[in-house]
């Protein structure tokens, strides 16, 4: 059987608004892509410096403070009256190996003493014996020479 075709052949001319439209619109996504929703919390923190500092052969959970006061932990906020379970759950789920949990703080340059006493207090009722501040460290300064 054979059927007819209703295709012809196209010998006009090409509209161009259609492709504009196309084209602006793409254009509109890539430079707005930034700006899209991305997961995770972005907050910056700015750790104060120190000259030495020390580290730890345990396990470590990591926890930043921020100068608003939020706790960030997995890349996400944490509520204050969530942190002594979230430490102990970390706590459980860690191996028997011996060796305890090292908490390791990075705040912020503007938080308060209070609020560093209050996280080292959960850190302590959830069971977790070491909570280390983390820094950056100062510049490089050469020593003189004798």
Not at 21 to 40: D, I
Not at 62 to 84: C, W
Request: include cysteine; charged fraction near 20%.
């Amino acid at each position: 059987m054979k059927f007819q075709r209703q295709a012809k052949i196209f010998r006009g001319q090409l509209d161009v608004a259609p492709f504009a439209c196309v084209f602006f619109l793409m254009l509109f996504f890539l430079m707005m892509r930034s700006c899209l929703y991305t997961p995770g919390v972005i907050v910056p923190i700015r750790p104060p410096q120190a000259e030495a500092f020390s580290g730890t052969e345990n396990p470590t959970v990591i926890m930043a403070v921020t100068a608003a006061g939020q706790y960030i932990m997995d890349n996400r906020v944490v509520a204050e009256t969530d942190l002594k379970a979230i430490l102990q759950n970390k706590l459980a789920t860690l191996p028997k190996s011996g060796r305890g949990l090292t908490l390791v703080v990075i705040p912020d340059k503007a938080v308060s003493y209070e609020v560093l006493t209050k996280v080292r207090a959960s850190a302590r009722d959830a069971g977790i014996g070491e909570v280390l501040e983390g820094v950056t460290p100062s510049p490089y300064a050469p020593r003189a020479e004798k």
